[in-house]
């Protein structure tokens, strides 16, 4: 299960002080629920590190486009307090310019 945050801002920086290109900034936030098997912890864990990656893996080679730039920012995984779900914040910026 997962579910994503997106906060767009516009960073008013232009290029060479170009008043006609816009750059945006980005922040997404994927966040993962995996849910931890009792007598199978450390592969549940293990499962969880490996859905992480495929989530990095794939949005830094899918976003390989000119106009953005995709930076990883970072992991923060987290065990509920019932131990039953390890959630896991995978945190991507993203910078856009365009000429207008």
């Known amino acids: 299960m997962f579910s994503l945050n997106i906060q767009t801002t516009n960073t008013e920086e232009f290029r060479d002080r170009d008043n006609l290109a816009i750059r945006l900034e980005h922040r997404i936030a994927v966040l993962l629920l995996w849910k931890v098997k009792p ?5 549940s864990q293990k499962a969880a590190l490996q859905a992480e990656e495929k ?3 794939r949005l830094l080679t899918q976003a390989n486009l000119a106009a953005h730039a995709v930076t990883y920012e970072g992991s923060d995984r987290t ?3 019932s131990g039953e779900y390890i959630v896991t914040e995978v945190n991507f ?3 856009q310019t365009w000429n207008v």
């Open 55 to 57: 989530v990095i893996g």
């Open 93 to 95: 910026r993203i910078d």
């Open 79 to 81: 065990l509920s307090a």
């Open 39 to 43: 007598l199978s912890q450390f592969t």
